[in-house]
């Protein structure tokens, strides 16, 4: 069952990101278009990841110490809205799966709830039949000893039963 629910969880990804793609391009043009939206949300996080593969593409490379030039503000820009449509995007994914894991845990809880009435329920009916048996079997005994005091019937003459 686990590995049938992969595929259904991927397809659910993608349709969320399919889904969310317009209002994080939405974001992203509204972005580039406002200039405190630009220069305070998108530029910050595009030169930092600038600065931070350069870096590291630099490292592998075996050059060290060597300064890092920023992004023109275009370039940033543009990068900055599509870090910040990505973000978007896998926010609402991770809200979705989040969403979907509450929903699953809130049903498994409900049927375990329905269990233990379920079996709660069954060991007071057989709690009810134990006592009702010990009731029968003792009610039986007291028939059986009624029988055995009752005086036995007089042989029939010609030694035959009625």
């Known amino acids: 069952m686990v590995v049938g629910a992969f595929p259904i969880a991927k397809l659910l990804y993608l349709g969320v990101r399919q889904m969310s793609k317009p209002v994080a391009n939405r974001i992203k043009a509204g972005a580039v278009r406002s200039e ?4 305070y949300v998108c530029l910050p996080p595009a030169q930092l990841y600038h600065w931070i593969e350069m870096r590291s593409k630099m490292r592998i490379m075996g050059f060290r110490g060597s300064n890092i030039k920023p992004l023109n503000e275009e370039a940033a820009a543009e990068l900055g809205a599509e870090l910040l449509g990505e973000a978007i995007i896998f926010l609402i994914g991770t809200g979705c799966m989040v969403l979907e894991y ?20 069954l060991q007071t009916q057989l709690g009810e039949l134990a006592l009702s048996t010990e009731i029968m079997d ?25």
């Open 102 to 121: 509450s929903r699953q845990a809130s049903n498994a809880a409900r049927k375990e709830e329905e269990l233990s009435q379920t079996i709660s329920s």
């Open 36 to 39: 405190f939206f630009k220069n």
């Open 138 to 162: 003792a009610q039986l005994r007291e028939v059986n000893r009624l029988l055995l005091s009752l005086p036995s019937p007089a042989p029939h003459p010609g030694g035959q039963k009625c």
